[in-house]
């Protein structure tokens, strides 16, 4: 009969002796309870990147009656508040309400107007007691459609009064088209005026285009307005203006220079340091004084 031996052998040793060390590794790793387990860091992807909000467009005309209006992106009440400038119509609107509008009407009746600038919105038309104008909308209250919580206040937008009318500019784009399109040397002044103010690439564009208005107030007006903005590509422009027929013209010019040329352009204002009009000739003088002292320095 076979007896097998139970006893363990060098080979069993060994493998117990690795058993148990494995055995602490591995009690060794696992934390305590009620220890803490910390989780390895992981990189943390950056944010994406916010996409840039298109700027807003509001652009209104008003014709017999007719409106015309190109609008993106602009909130309800500015809306409203425009429309109510060039038609006299006073809206009453709840404060909260002032969502995003974007249309396009082309030559639509008032009423209809309001209705596609506020699809969700009903309203009532409250129409003038003049007895020279009853067809005339006077007051137009808004309010949503749908849910009935209730608003803090009521907002009314307009004074009852036509206050803006296609000529005012009170955008970029708005000033462009009068400088290109009025005949008016009032209504194109205030069109560069807001040209300035905005200061932008498409607004130097216009002022530098309109240094050659036909009128000399415009004229001296650009120019100005292109060397408070620190426009050194207009130099050229202005250099040729220097040779203007209005003396007042060439006295702008001249301080001009003094702004934005250099010591080269000295040779440019000489001549008119001798001009047959005293302020010419001393905006010249002064204008010379000025670029010497920059090459001394």
Same mark, same amino acid.
């Given at each position: ?8 052998? @060098? ?6 002796? +690795? ?10 790793? %696992? ?28 652009? %209104? ?8 209006? $190109?609008? &993106?992106? *602009? @909130?309800?009440? *500015?809306?409203?508040? /425009?429309?109510?400038?060039? $038609? ?14 974007? &249309? ?44 009935? $919580? ?14 803006? /009318?296609?000529? $005012?500019?009170?955008? *970029? /784009? ?9 005949? #008016? %040397? ?5 069109? &560069?005026?807001?040209?300035? &103010?905005?200061? !932008? #690439? ?12 036909? *009128? ?60 047959? !009009?005293?302020? %010419? ?9 000025? +670029?010497?002292?920059?090459? @001394?320095?």
């Amino acid at each position: 009969m076979r007896i097998t031996n139970n006893f363990p052998n @060098k080979n069993h040793w060994r493998a117990f002796r +690795l058993f148990r060390f494995g055995a602490l590794v591995l009690f060794t790793a %696992v934390p305590a309870r009620g220890a803490f387990f910390q989780r390895p860091q992981f990189p943390v992807p950056p944010p994406a990147p916010q996409q840039p909000q298109k700027p807003a467009l509001l652009r %209104v005309r008003v014709d017999e009656g007719s409106i015309t209006a $190109t609008i &993106v992106d *602009s @909130k309800l009440q *500015s809306v409203l508040e /425009d429309l109510a400038a060039r $038609t006299g119509v006073i809206f009453e609107v709840r404060s909260q309400e002032n969502p995003l509008v974007s &249309v396009r009407l082309s030559r639509v009746p008032l009423q209809e107007a309001i209705q596609r600038i506020a699809p969700g919105y009903n309203a009532i038309y409250v129409y003038s007691q003049n007895p020279n104008e009853p067809d005339r909308i006077a007051l137009v209250r808004l309010f949503p459609r749908t849910g009935n $919580t209730p608003q803090p206040s009521i907002a009314y937008l307009g004074t009852g009064a036509i206050t803006k /009318d296609n000529d $005012t500019a009170d955008t *970029s /784009d708005q000033a462009l088209k009068i400088l290109e399109e009025s005949q #008016s %040397v009032e209504v194109r002044s205030r069109a &560069v005026e807001t040209l300035i &103010v905005a200061g !932008d #690439s498409r607004a130097i564009n216009g002022l530098m285009k309109a240094i050659s208005d036909p *009128s000399p107030l415009i004229r001296v007006s650009v120019i100005e307005g292109l060397a408070s903005l620190n426009v050194r590509d207009a130099l050229p422009s202005i250099l040729k203006s220097l040779k203007d027929s209005n003396p007042a013209v060439r006295r702008s010019a001249a301080t001009a220079v003094a702004l934005l040329g250099t010591a080269r352009n000295i040779k440019d204002l000489k001549p008119l340091s001798e001009d047959r !009009d005293g302020g %010419v000739a001393a905006a010249a003088e002064a204008a010379i004084r000025r +670029l010497s002292t920059s090459v @001394k320095k």
